[in-house]
Every structure is written in C-alpha cells, then in structure tokens.
C-alpha cells in the first residue's frame, strides 16, 4: 500500500513535470495547463482517484504559499496601495457574499440566506499566484500586480472569517451582527499581533544564534508553519499571522541574513513554491470525477441543472468583481474633498485589468470540501455537493476563460511601455551603487594601488558605471592577492548597504532592488567566509 502511494505521488510529479513542458510550448499559463491536464488525467483508465484533504491544504500548502508571497511584497508599495488592498480584500468580499446569498435562494429554490452566505464566503477570495502567473511576461503595469498581489494577501483571511461564520450560523441557526462584527476584528487583528510577535521571536533567532547558512534556510521553512499554527492556536487568523509575519521579516531580512544564507534560501524557496502550486493545480483538475460523483450520488440537482448554476454564479461573481472596483476608483471623486485628485489617462485600464484578474483557486476549494458532511445530530447538511460543484464550476469558469483571455485583454488595453523608465531607473541605481563603491577604493586603497594592478580595474569599472551607467563584468586578476579578495567582500558590503539604503528611500522599482539584491548576493557568495560552513 505504502508502495502503491510512493508510485502515485511519483507519477503525479512526473506529470507536473510533462505539463510544464506543454505550458511553455503552448505559450499557456501553467496553471491552466495543470487544471485541464489534472481533469484530462482523471478520466484515464485505472488511474487512482486522489481526493484533495482541505487539512492539508490549509496547514500544509496555505502558510509557505502565503509566506513566500509576503515575502516578495513591497511593503513600502502595499501600505502606499493599503486603500485599495483593503478595498478588495475586505469590501469585495463582503459585496461578493452579499450577492451570492441572495442570489443563491432565486437559483436553488428553498436554499437557506445562510447558505448563501456560505457559498459567496467560498469562491470571493482571487487566487493571486494564479492571476500573478497568468499576468507574467504581460506588458502591465506594475500597480496593477501590486493591488493583486497585496489583495491575495488579506483576502483569504477575510473569506475564511466570513465562511466560519456562516458555517456556525447553518448548524445553530442563530446570527449577531455585533458579535459577527466584534470576533471578526478579534480574530483579525489577534493573526495580525501573532505574527508579528512570532516574527520578531524569529528575527533574533536568526540574529543572535550562530548558524549555517543550511540552518537559516530550515528556519525560514519552519517560520511560516510556527506563525500559523500558534494564530489558529487561540482561534486568531492563521493567514494574516503568516502575513504580517512575513511582510516584518522581510523588511528586515537584510539584517539577519547573510548573502550565502540569502542565496541558498531563495534557491530553495523557488523550488518549494513552485513544486507545491504546480501540485495544488494539477489537484484541482484531478478532483472533476469525485465533484460529479458526489453530486450524481446526491439526489438534488441533475448535472446539466448544476452545470447552469454554476454557470450564474461564475457570471455573478465576475461581474460583481467588475462593477465593484470601478465604483471604488471613481465614487471617491463625486465628492467635491476628492474632486482634486490627480487621475491617470489610464487608470480604467488598470481598474478594468484588476477587475478582470480575480480568478479562483485551491482556497475556494478547499474551503467548500471543508464543508462538513453533516449539520448536527446526524442532519445532513443542506446542498452540500452542489457547494462543491458550483465551487468547481466558478474555478473552472475564473481561471481557465478569464486566463485564457488575459493576454487578449492586455493587448486591447494597450498599456504605455514602460521599458524606458525601468532603463533609466536602473541606469540611476547602478550608478548609485558604484559610486557608494569608488567611495570605498579611495578611501581604502593607497593612490599607487588605485592606478595600478586589479584595484586599477575594479575603479575603472565602477568610474564607467558612473559616467554612462553601463553594466559590465569586472574580470580580476588570475591570481588575486589576499588584500584584493577581502577588498572584493568588503566591497559586495559597501554595495549591499548602498541596495538597502536605495530600497528605503523608496525612489526605485521594488523588482529592480530585488533583482540587483540577488545579483549582489550571488557576488558576495563567492566572497564571503566559508567558516560557518
């Protein structure tokens, strides 16, 4: 048996593997690819059907997904796009349940409001790995994957809260607004002191404890399941704990780990992320037959009727998600306070593009198979394999035809290049960051070294960058001396303080700083200690 779930689990990676390869020969976005190649491959003959477990998804895929996305947020952009982040992760929500709990009891005669209520606070949150995957290599702007992103990382929390709720009102039937209010606040702002605190207890572990650079990327592992277990602990939001934990770590991540550490944990998280989206994807696609059997085995609705339901919903939701984030950007300037408010020529493009990119994904589904077969004393709970299929359908429905489409949309749209300011703006940076270099070798080198031998090179080097901002590879000497090599490490010092100093001032592109950060590292890599190894 333990030897049939090995095969299985190998097989499965081997497809995530084949269906890479389809997805970049096609030129489709992987996660399309995995979700129509999970369902192809679930109708195959003899294959062993693989029910997704909502536990594992919660506490096994929820918390480094979400850590990883934290991460590799810009906190100085979330805060500066807090309004809208809010806007979307919160208010969308809750206009999305609304809608489909009304909506609900007019499509399935006889549902409860609750019921509804439950359904919305299911398929609301976006799947922002999806919409970040579709929208890569697209010329879009960057606000636009920034409010995406920053919205994936409240509104799954939101959508969670909203579900228990609904879930405790179906089995006692009984609903306060105050106390919905009140716990709602409780357990938001609980995640958020809970990852933080968690946060910081982990910033001076890495900090004060002497560690390998293999030690740090096992903590960096562990931090997001520690955040998250210790919030759902006492009942608090696991999601906004990984959240706020990872946005604080972050931001600080400069000062705990060293540029070997930085290296080896960014080769190992890619690996992680990606491994564990691909699976979570190829999952979805793999759960079609068990969805249908359940709901052919259910006795409510046929499959065709089913279908049409889901097909409302998905219709619903895509709309209300429209309508909501235009009212949001331009209700603000009827008012004669806002009237004065700068706007962009191209700001319906952005609206309509954040509007267009709210596909579903694993927390929707996850959240419906949660749902408990059962209300209370042996009740069977009302609707519950039309919750899963519909939850399917809009999954399907989001992610595979609004996915397909995104690049025709984008080309519609026609959003201004913006290839010439990300040039000049890293023209700017490299040259920022060589002379923070040329400062160091004259005031560290002797006159004679800096006109003679490999110091004469590096200066050249960086008066080049300076002069024209041009990007070269410095070539040392074949045989360094020492007082070369441990110029070459305090140097990579010299440019890591420059990256950090530009990074706070908030001046350039946060993909930029991350990308001249990870260059810098694998510079100082080369350079640095090895004692700790």
Known sequence: ?????????????????????????????????????????????????????????????????????????????????????????????????????FALPWLVPGAPLALGFLLGGIVSPPDAVAATSVLRGLPVPKTAVAILEGESLVNDASSLIVFRFALATLATGQFSLTTAASSFFAVSIGGVLIGLVVGHVAYLVHKRVISSSATDTLRTLITPYLMYLAAESVHCSGVLAVVSGGLYLSSRAHEFLGARSRVQATGVWSTVVHLLNSVVFIFIGLQLPLVVGGL??????????????????????????????????????????RRHLPRSPDQWKIVFLVGWAGMRGVVS?????????????????????????????????????????????????????????????????????????????????????????????????????????????????????????????????????????????????????????????????????????
């Open 1 to 101: 048996m333990v030897h049939q779930s090995v095969l299985a689990v190998l097989a499965l990676l081997f497809a995530v593997g084949l269906l890479q390869v389809v997805s970049s020969r096609l030129r489709m976005s992987l996660p399309i690819v995995l979700v129509l190649g999970g369902i192809a491959i679930s109708y195959v003959p003899n294959v062993p059907r693989v029910r997704l477990d909502p536990d594992v998804v919660f506490l096994v895929f929820l918390p480094p997904l979400l850590y990883e996305a934290a991460w590799f947020t810009s906190l100085r952009d979330f805060w500066r796009l807090r309004n809208a982040v809010l806007l979307q992760a919160l208010g969308l929500v809750l206009v999305t349940s609304v809608a489909v709990a």
């Open 296 to 337: 052919e085995k259910s006795g409510g609705p046929s499959l065709r009727e089913a279908i049409g339901i889901s097909a409302a919903l998905s219709v619903l939701v895509i709309a209300v998600r429209l309508g909501w984030v235009f009212f949001v950007a331009y209700t603000p300037r009827l008012f004669p306070s």
């Open 365 to 533: 589904l996850a959240s419906a198979l949660a749902v408990p077969l059962v209300v209370a004393e042996g009740v069977p709970f009302p609707h519950r394999d039309l919750i899963v299929f519909t939850t399917f359908g809009v999954i399907f429905a989001t992610l595979v035809i609004q996915g397909i489409t995104m690049p025709v949309v984008v080309r519609w749209l026609k959003f201004p290049s913006s290839h010439h300011e990300r040039a000049a703006q890293a023209r700017a940076l490299d040259a920022r960051i060589a002379s923070a270099c040329l400062d160091y070798l004259r005031s560290s080198c002797a006159d004679d070294l800096l006109h003679d031998g490999p110091f004469a090179r590096l200066a050249a080097h960086y008066e080049a960058v300076v002069a024209e901002g041009e990007i070269g590879d410095v070539k040392p000497a074949e045989r360094p001396l020492a007082r070369y090599q441990l110029a070459l490490h305090e140097i990579a010092e010299v440019q890591r303080v420059e990256i950090v100093r530009a990074r706070r001032a908030g001046t350039f592109d946060f993909e930029l700083i991350r990308e001249r950060q990870e260059a810098i590292d694998l510079e100082a890599a080369r350079h640095e200690p090895t004692a700790d190894e």
